[in-house]
C-alpha cells in the first residue's frame, strides 16, 4: 500500500483526485492520504469534506491535513502537486493584462504563461526540496502550471530530482476523439504524439488492434474541429461553452497543417487575433471559474462538512485525475503503459535541441519513464517548436539571474505578442502586479 500527498490541498480539484483514489482503491491501494497548502483555512474547507468522504468510502486510509511540510512529506511514495502559486486571484492578473494590449491573456499561454511561470517555479522547487529531505525515495508527480516552464525549471535547477511532469490536455483531447471514433475511453487509444506542453501535434492514432483511425478523425476534425457533429457528444468538458469553443477551434488548426492533429491549446499561437477578439477583457476565464466550479466546490465541501456526510455529495472523480492516478500505479506496479509525459528530449524528437523539455510518448514501469522516438519532424513543426523552447529557456534564465532583460526577451519572442514594445508595456505591468512573488528583476 502506498503513501501520498496532495500538495495544494485547497485546490478546487483536490476533491475530484481523492474521489479518484477511492475508486481505485483495488487497482493503487492506499495507507495514508495526506493534504498539503500553504493556506491553512483554504485548504481546511477541502479537507473537513474529503475527511468525511474518505471516513464513509474508504475508512482504512489514513488522512490528515496539515501545513507542515516535515509532517505532509515525511514517508510518502508519491507527491502529487498542484500547487497554484498565488490562487484565482493572480490568473485574473495573467489573463488580464496582457488583455490591456490585446495580446492573449492565457494563465499558461503568452505573458500569462510566462508570469504564472516566474511565480511557480519557486513553489514547485520548494516542493522538490521538501520531498528529498523527507522523503528521498518518493516521486512527485507534477500538474502544476505552466507546465511547460515548471519542467525547464527543474531540469535545470533540480536536475536529478525524481519528478515526472505532467498535464491532463492531451488525455482530454484522446477522450474526444475517442467519442468521435465510438471508443470507451482515451486509453483504448495508441498514440504517437510530439511537441511541448500545450504545443503539440498526433501523428498516428491507432486501436489497440493496430487499426488506423486517423482518416475517420481527421474528416471529423476538418468539419467540426474535437467538438460534436449534430448527433451530439457526452464529454464533461464540453459542457461548458469556453471549452466547447477551444475544440470546435481545433477545425481551424489543422486546417494548417493536415498531415497531423493538433492540441487544442496551439490557438493561442496560430490563432492569437481569434483568441483575443472572442475574449471579454473585463471577464476572463479566472472569474469563470472562480464563479463556478470554486463556488460549486467549496459550497458543495461545506455542505458535506456541516451535514456530516458525503451520502448524496455532488462531488465526482475528476476525469484530469484519471491520468495521475495511472501515472503512480504503472510507476509502483510496473504496467509498462504508454503515456504522454514532459520529458528531456535526448533524441526522442531526433531534430530538436536534446535538453528541450518535449512532450512524448514514455513507456511508464517501476524504472521510471522511457520516452519514445517520434523521428524527425517538419519544417514548420520544428520552427514553431524551437521558437517556444527559446521562449521557455529564456523565462527560466530570467529567474535564476534576475534579468529584466531576459524576460523581456521571452516575452518579445513568444508568438503571442506582436512587438519588443508591446512586450515590454505588458511586462512592467506584469512585475509590478507580481512584486510579491517573482524575485526582485
Ligand atoms: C486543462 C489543462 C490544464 C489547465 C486546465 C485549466 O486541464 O490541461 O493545464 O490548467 O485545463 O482549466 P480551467 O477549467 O481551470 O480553465
Known sequence: KKSVVIAGGGSTYTAGIVMMLINNQDKFPLKSLKFYDNDFERQKVVADA????????????????????EVAFKDVDFVMAHIRQGGLKMREMDEKIPMKYDVVGQETCGPGGIAYGMRSITGVV?????MEEYSPNAWMLNYSNPASIVAEATRVMRPNAKIINICDMPVAIKQGMADIVGLKSGNDIVD????????????EILDKDGNDLMPKLKEHVKEYGYGPDTSGNDNPLLMEQSWMDTFTKAKDIYAVDPDTLPNTYLKYYLYPDYVVKHTDPNHTRANEVMENREKNVFTECRNITSKGTAEDTTLEAGE?????????????????????LIVENNGAIANIENDAMVEVPCIVSKRGYEPLAMGKIPTFQKGMIEQQVSVEKLVVQAYMEKSYQKLWKALTLSATVPSAGVAKLILDDLQEANKEYWPEL
Do not use: K
Open 126 to 130: 520548494e516542493l522538490i526540496d521538501y
Open 50 to 69: 474529503c475527511e468525511i468522504i474518505i471516513r464513509e468510502r474508504a475508512p482504512e486510509i489514513e488522512f490528515v491535513a496539515t501545513t507542515d511540510p
Open 320 to 340: 484530469h485525475a484519471e491520468f495521475i492516478v495511472q501515472l503512480a500505479g504503472a510507476l509502483s506496479y510496473n504496467t509498462h503503459e504508454r503515456m504522454l
Open 192 to 203: 504517437r504524439y510530439y511537441g511541448l506542453n500545450h504545443y503539440g501535434w498526433w501523428t
